[in-house]
Nanobody
Framework: QLQASGGGLVQAGDSLRLSCVAS????????MGWFRQTPGKEREFVAS????????IYADSVKGRFTVSRDSAKNTVYLQMNSLKPEDTAIYYC??????????????????WGQGTLVTVSS
């Protein structure tokens, strides 16, 4: 089970940190990812981090502004979002893969999904 939180309404230029707590499986064994979706659009990859945290990858649209990290002691993956823009407005989902050594950008590589948390950035 994945429980995402931390979304909210912010102004352009502000920061938010999303959290996703995982339970039910050994958190430290699996790659974690963040995706986002707006109405009428397909789910979009945001960031991925492997099980050890040694490898990360970001969508070009968020590179340099967002940082993904994980804390195995808390079974939690984070998405620190800085310099937010109105186009970052979306429902953000965390996801867990069935493997752990690599990082993945495709949604089909992830088996478990959280319920999503809404981020709204006003201009």
């Amino acid at each position: 089970q994945l429980q995402a939180s931390g979304g909210g309404l912010v102004q352009a230029g502000d920061s938010l940190r999303l959290s996703c707590v995982a339970s039910g499986r050994p958190f430290s064994a699996y790659t974690m990812g963040w995706f986002r979706q707006t109405p009428g659009k397909e789910r979009e990859f945001v960031a991925s981090i492997n099980r050890s945290g040694s490898s990360t990858i970001y969508a070009d649209s968020v590179k340099g502004r967002f940082t993904v990290s994980r804390d195995s002691a808390k079974n939690t993956v984070y998405l620190q979002m800085n310099s937010l823009k109105p186009e970052d407005t979306a429902i953000y989902y965390c996801a867990q893969a069935n493997l752990g050594s690599l990082i993945y950008q495709e949604s089909r590589s992830y088996t478990y999904w959280g319920q999503g948390t809404l981020v709204t950035v006003s201009s």
